[in-house]
């Protein structure tokens, strides 16, 4: 089964940006759609954006919308998410997250594939 890497984590100010990236271990079809989740402590698992393998239609949260930009690398089988003007309730434990297919790509249990997560801390 295809494993998930996550990299990029970190503490930032709030304003601050980071670049989150997802590596797969193998290009399969189980990767075709990515997303990225977040858990903030105490709080449920919440959806931040996805994407399908041609990238031509990529959702993002309202929290996040405008400020965050996910992308794909073909070359490298990764997706990264740029995350522009952060806020302190952007801090939480991001996760790379991929499966075949989806119904509806906002719901985590659509998911097969999980990475372990990195953690982003945003200052005030």
């Known amino acids: 089964q295809v494993q998930l890497v996550e990299s990029g984590g970190g503490f930032v100010r709030a304003g601050g940006s980071l670049r989150l990236s997802c590596i797969a271990s193998?290009?399969?079809?189980?990767?075709?759609?990515t997303a990225w989740f977040r858990q903030a402590p105490g709080k449920e698992r919440e959806f931040v954006a996805a994407?399908?393998?041609?990238?031509?239609?990529?959702v993002y949260s309202d929290s996040v919308k405008g400020r965050f930009l996910m992308s794909r690398d073909y070359g490298m089988n990764a997706v990264h998410l740029q995350m522009n003007n952060l806020k302190p309730e952007d801090t939480a434990v991001y996760y790379c997250?991929?499966?075949?297919?989806?119904?509806?790509?906002?719901?985590?249990?659509?998911?097969?594939?999980w990475g372990r997560g990195t953690q982003v801390t945003v200052s005030s």
């Open positions: 994407t399908t393998w041609s990238v031509v239609d990529t």
């Open positions: 193998v290009r399969t079809s189980e990767t075709d759609t």
């Open positions: 997250a991929a499966a075949p297919f989806t119904r509806d790509r906002h719901q985590a249990n659509e998911y097969v594939v």
